[in-house]
């Protein structure tokens, strides 16, 4: 047998590089993670988005929506964004909770305006049950696609595409019903044509009369604030220690009542990461001592992604 030379490399002992993981791909798997320990749920919710297998059809688990109750957030099961259409999965133990679930899924719907589609496990008694129920919902969502398609209203899901500010410049603008999700201050203001490396800043000016304003609009450590009526008021509040002894100083509100404010609220995604949601553009109505109040006024923003802004107003 003829002999072999095997010749050592400087390289030899490194190991392989491994190419990265494709992060829509990590992205999709860390959604269903989210839902692993409710082992009917994540068999459901997992057939539902391998029968539909298409990429342009968006869809969320554990999304958060506002609930009734000041400062109180709801938690969907299953979330499809472009249709506003919510599933529901009913585990075995959940069936004397039935009043509970119609009544959040009432506060869901007057707030979110979403429609549900429940899922009611004890109604389940074979594979071939669970098979139909889902097939019927899979059948449902590929008409709703097919129907906003014929009335030209589809927008097609691309990952990445709701935090990239140059989408919405290229769609003219952003509204409230629309799932805009920026991560950074500059990312908002690279919708109104400034270019910063950085801004931490509560409040961005983008006209002598209108700032672009970045609350929480839950209670923190400076401010309580919170959003109302339906997100048609916001209410503005410095916190008060009540361990000080003092008032704080009297709330500042820029160039006082009638300042526009164009909205980009703070909020965590089901995966605790910051992103930027527009809530609506409001105007400053009043103020009393550490309270102020603003009422909206507009639902929607046109942007030229250069500085030229205008409110809609209904």
């Known amino acids: 047998m003829p002999r072999i030379d095997r010749v050592r490399t400087a390289d030899a002992d490194k190991p392989l590089a491994v190419p990265p993981i494709d992060a829509e791909l990590e992205w999709q798997a860390l959604r269903l993670q989210k839902i692993v320990h409710k082992k009917f749920e994540v068999w459901a919710i997992s057939r539902i988005v391998h029968a539909l297998d298409d990429p342009e059809i968006e869809w969320v688990t554990q999304q958060a929506v506002p609930a009734r109750e ?45 429609e549900f589609w429940r ?67 500059i990312d908002v203001a690279r919708l109104f044509g400034k270019d910063l490396v950085m801004h931490r800043s509560g409040m961005l000016r983008v006209s002598p009369t209108v700032q672009v304003w970045f609350p929480k609009l839950y209670p923190n450590k400076e401010w309580h604030n919170a959003l109302l009526d339906d997100g048609r008021r916001i209410v503005q509040r410095l916190a008060v220690d009540v361990t000080v002894g003092v008032d704080p100083a009297p709330l500042p509100v820029g160039t006082g009542t009638g300042e526009k404010r164009l909205v980009f609220a703070h909020y965590r995604d089901e995966f605790g990461r910051i992103y930027y949601r527009f809530v609506g ?15 909206r006024i507009g639902e929607r923003i046109t942007v030229d992604g250069a500085g030229g802004f205008e409110i809609v107003r209904p």
Not at 75 to 100: C, G, K, N, S
Not at 281 to 295: N, P
């Open 70 to 114: 000041a400062e109180k957030l709801a938690l969907l099961d299953l979330y499809f964004p472009q249709f506003r259409l919510a599933v529901e999965i009913d585990e075995l133990q959940h069936v004397d909770q039935v009043a509970q679930d119609r009544l959040r899924e009432r506060r869901v719907i007057d707030i979110a305006n979403v």
């Open 119 to 185: 899922w009611k496990m004890q109604d389940i008694r074979t594979l071939d049950d669970a098979r139909e129920r889902i097939d019927e919902l899979v059948v449902d969502i590929r008409e709703r696609k097919r129907a906003q398609i014929k009335k030209g209203t589809f927008v097609p899901f691309r990952f990445g595409r709701t935090s990239d500010p140059a989408e919405w410049i290229v769609r003219g603008g952003v509204g409230v019903q629309e799932d805009a999700r920026f991560r950074r201050h």
């Open 281 to 295: 553009a409001f105007e400053h109505t009043g103020q009393d001592g550490h309270s102020a109040d603003f009422r």
